[in-house]
């Protein structure tokens, strides 16, 4: 017989980092939560936690193993939720940090329809392009645009955003138009430069994926800064679409090598690990997940389980 007890307190040391904070986390006393482990190992016959009088770590087993529990631990806790889901009351206060520019032109509206929906949930929204450690600042949501996720953090890849080459009439008639990737490296550039962006450019030249580094006046942190700067007439810089895309319908700004895709980022959604997702986040995340399907723009990429779309769903 599977003792899940002893299953659910392994995965909590796992995630509180030691027997003391699981214990706490589970209402146990720390000799309770040992003793089920060591019957753990015993009955498994492998060694999952490399004990030491300060810190513990999994071994390959135990973080095999941890891997595999956490997810079925997680679809129990998700089939209990949905027995009772008509039941519950969602309700919580969510913390949230998301880039300044996507909070300001994307997520602004989506967060307000979630809580006309939700009325018995609050947020805190940070906007900010600051590195964030979402654990020790209690943090419950974390939006980035970024192309690598943090391996600490359960993540959703939400969507690529589609980034383009930029440039105003009168930069381009003092300086040229390119022709090819490798002619930007003979342009002024307006960098954006992050904690999740390192400021190249990377450009598929037909053959190749070629990562520029031209020379830059300014660097910046914020994208619509660079696009004010590229309308201005400093130079050319790259910028999600979304960005530029009313100085491109008023000829402000002009795309270039439009047949040479940039390297694109993505959307992510991070959270703390959990065996299991409390409610609140769940019915946020699916919020989020179905405004963004109302888009057929948006090409979807990291559907949670939970989360169920369909042509019925209005957000």
Same mark, same amino acid.
């Given at each position: ?33 040992? *003793? ?38 997680? &679809? ?8 009772? $889901? $008509? ?57 980035? !645009?970024?192309?690598?996720?943090? +391996? $600490? ?10 980034? !383009? ?17 490798? &002619? ?5 550039? !307006?960098? @954006? ?6 400021? $190249? ?12 580094? +031209? ?18 007439? @400093?130079?050319?810089?790259?910028? +999600? ?8 319908? &008023? ?27 409390? *409610? ?21 990429? &990291? ?13």
């Amino acid at each position: 017989m599977i003792d899940l007890n002893r299953v659910q307190m392994f995965a909590q040391v796992v995630e509180q980092g030691s027997f003391t904070a699981a214990a706490k986390a589970l209402g146990l006393t720390k000799a309770t939560v040992s *003793r089920k482990i060591a019957e753990l190992e015993l009955d498994t016959g492998v060694i999952l936690l490399f004990r030491t009088t300060r810190s513990l770590k999994l071994t390959d087993a135990g973080n095999a193993y941890y891997n595999r529990v956490q997810r079925i631990l997680m &679809d129990l806790k998700n089939a209990e939720d949905k027995l009772s $889901s $008509s039941q519950l009351m969602v309700k919580g206060n969510l913390r949230i940090v998301c880039p300044i520019e996507l909070g300001q032109l994307f997520l602004g509206r989506i967060f307000a329809r979630f809580l006309t929906h939700y009325p018995d949930i609050t947020i805190d929204v940070e906007l900010s392009n600051r590195q964030v450690d979402v654990v020790e600042e209690g943090i419950d949501i974390l939006f980035q !645009i970024t192309s690598v996720a943090n +391996p $600490s953090l359960q993540t959703f890849e939400v969507m690529y955003t589609d980034k !383009i080459l930029v440039a105003s009439p009168s930069y381009l008639a003092r300086h040229g138009m390119p022709q090819r990737p490798e &002619d930007l490296s003979c342009h002024q550039a !307006i960098k @954006l430069k992050s904690t999740h962006i390192d400021g $190249s450019w990377t450009v598929f030249d037909g053959k190749e994926w070629l990562t520029l580094e +031209p020379e830059a006046q300014l660097t910046v942190n914020n994208v619509t800064l660079a696009r004010e700067a590229a309308i201005e007439g @400093l130079g050319i810089t790259v910028v +999600p679409s979304i960005i530029a895309q009313q100085a491109l319908e &008023d000829k402000l700004l002009l795309p270039l090598l439009e047949d040479f895709p940039l390297a694109q980022n993505k959307i992510t959604m991070s959270m703390p690990q959990r065996v299991y997702l409390p *409610r609140k986040y769940q019915v946020f995340i699916e919020f989020i997940y179905r405004a963004m399907s109302q888009n057929p723009e948006y090409q979807l990429l &990291d559907i949670p389980d939970f989360v169920t779309l369909s042509v019925s769903n209005h957000v």
